[in-house]
C-alpha cells in the first residue's frame, strides 16, 4: 500500500506549480492522513516510493497532523 502513496506523492509533487512544491506534499499528507494512520503505514517507506526527497518526511507529517484541523477546498 505504501507504494501506492508513494506514487500518488510523487505525482501531487510532480503537478504542484512552481513555488508551492512543499504545499503540495502538506496537502498530501492532509489529504490522505486517515489512510494513512488507519492503515498504519510507515511515511518514510511512501517517501522511498516516490520521487520526493526522504528529508521532506516532516512535511508529510505535518499535513497529517492539520487534517483534524483544516479541509480541501474543492
Do not use: C, Q, W
Not at 498530501?28 to 511515511?43: H, Q, T, V
Not at 522511498?48 to 474543492?74: Q, R
Amino acid at each position: 500500500m505504501e507504494k501506492k502513496f508513494g506514487e500518488i506523492l510523487s505525482e501531487m509533487y510532480r503537478r504542484a506549480p512552481e513555488g508551492d512544491k512543499v504545499t503540495f506534499i502538506h496537502l498530501f499528507g492532509i489529504r490522505y492522513a486517515e489512510d494513512i494512520k488507519k492503515n498504519n503505514l510507515s511515511i518514510k517507506r511512501i517517501l522511498e516510493y516516490s520521487t520526493v526527497k526522504p528529508s521532506f518526511s516532516t512535511e508529510v507529517n505535518k499535513g497529517v497532523k492539520l487534517a483534524k484541523y483544516v479541509s480541501i477546498k474543492s
